[in-house]
């Protein structure tokens, strides 16, 4: 019998690539996602390259009643990989509510219907966010937390204590937190990759906008930084790379691989870019010239961080393995593709 994951999120950016990489491992998914940052077409877009469409189901998990209902109805789930969040850094510094009802309860519903149908399994979508500034690069899974920048990143944190400590509660649960570096990228078909809606908050997508022609000029934040060209300096990792971590984890859980009741792996590649380096190899991989300019830092940037990534790669057998190049054309396709940009 094929093995049945819940993925929430599953039409958003990463979980889109995730929903491919498990059905092509050979799982049957069920997506859950309200839409409010993703569209259906996204599901005609897996369903070109697997050749399965996943089930899906509209509603969103911080309401109690329908995650309950939801449950009810597929207690036959053998995991459940949660993206869905909000996740806009400067949105969540305005409204903060917002971000820890949907963020927050939106697990602890999904924890209650665990418990309730006897669902073991859990891999939460985390960030690096939660080592903030670290004092020692690179990070190991054992760097220190910090304090949050902001509301979004506070929200990782505290939803890695809820099931941190619902694991600790209830030993039927398992769980494995997955700290994302700087996810880049789209899958090689450029049939999914990431769409932001308004103006792109996050690098990668301002570049390939800009390049597509959306965007007049990029601003580099910061040249004045501690490190070698002064541009801040980021773990950037290819989105597919990343999806394929996630297929590892769900195995680790479903074999009772897992060491602890509770893991924390990063999801790096080792390696940091500044953001200088990024506009660079863009132009390089892709042959499009980029017009950009030097303004001021950004408000709540870090400087630098990168993983070490020896714990997972040993730990799970999973390494990133595309390159930088590679992982900034397929981003370039991607935009391409969505634009009708030859
Ligand atoms: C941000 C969030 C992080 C979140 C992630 C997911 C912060 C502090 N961190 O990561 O918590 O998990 O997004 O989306 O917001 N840059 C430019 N010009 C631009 C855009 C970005 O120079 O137009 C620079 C930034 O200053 C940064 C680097 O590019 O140095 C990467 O920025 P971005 O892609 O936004 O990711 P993070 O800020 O690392």
């Known amino acids: 019998m094929t093995k049945k994951i819940l993925v929430t999120g599953g039409t958003g950016y990463i979980g889109s690539h995730t929903v491919v990489e498990l059905q092509q491992a050979g799982y049957s998914v069920v997506v859950v996602d309200d839409l409010s940052n993703s569209s259906l077409d996204v599901l005609d877009n897996i369903e070109q390259i697997s050749g399965t469409r996943p089930a899906f189901e509209q509603f969103n998990l911080a309401d109690a009643a329908q995650t309950d209902d939801f449950f009810s109805r597929n207690q036959d789930i053998a995991a459940i990989i949660h993206f869905a969040a909000s996740k806009a850094v400067g949105e969540s510094v305005k409204i903060p509510l917002h971000y820890y009802r949907n963020n927050l309860v939106s697990l602890m519903n999904i924890l209650d219907g665990q418990l309730k149908y006897n669902i073991s399994n859990l ?17 190991t899974e054992s760097t220190p937390r910090k304090d949050a920048e902001s509301p979004y990143g506070n929200t990782k944190r505290v939803n890695e204590d809820i099931l941190q400590d619902s694991i600790k509660a209830y030993p039927q649960l398992k769980g494995i937190a997955l700290r994302y570096f700087n996810p880049i990228g789209a899958h090689p078909s450029a049939l999914i990759g990431e769409l932001p809606l308004g103006v792109p908050q996050n690098l990668v997508p301002f570049i390939t906008q800009a390049a597509a022609g959306l965007r007049e000029q990029i601003s580099v934040f910061g040249d004045d930084y501690d490190t070698p060209d002064g541009s801040a300096i980021r773990d950037y990792i290819n989105v597919v790379d990343l999806a394929k971590a996630h297929v590892v984890a769900i195995e680790r859980l479903l074999q009772n691989k897992n060491k602890a009741g509770y893991e924390v792996f990063n999801l790096g590649t080792g390696n940091g870019y500044s953001v200088l380096e990024i506009v660079h190899g863009f132009e390089k991989a892709t042959g499009v010239k980029l017009n950009y300019k030097i303004v001021g830092r950004r408000a709540g940037d870090i400087v630098k961080i990168w993983a070490d990534t020896s714990y997972a790669n040993k730990e799970l057998g999973w390494k990133a393995e595309k390159g930088l190049e590679e992982t900034l054309l397929s981003a370039w396709n991607w935009e391409k593709r969505v634009r009708g940009i030859n």
């Open 123 to 139: 891999v939460f979508s985390s960030s690096c966010t939660v080592y903030g500034q670290p004092d020692k690069l690179p990070v």
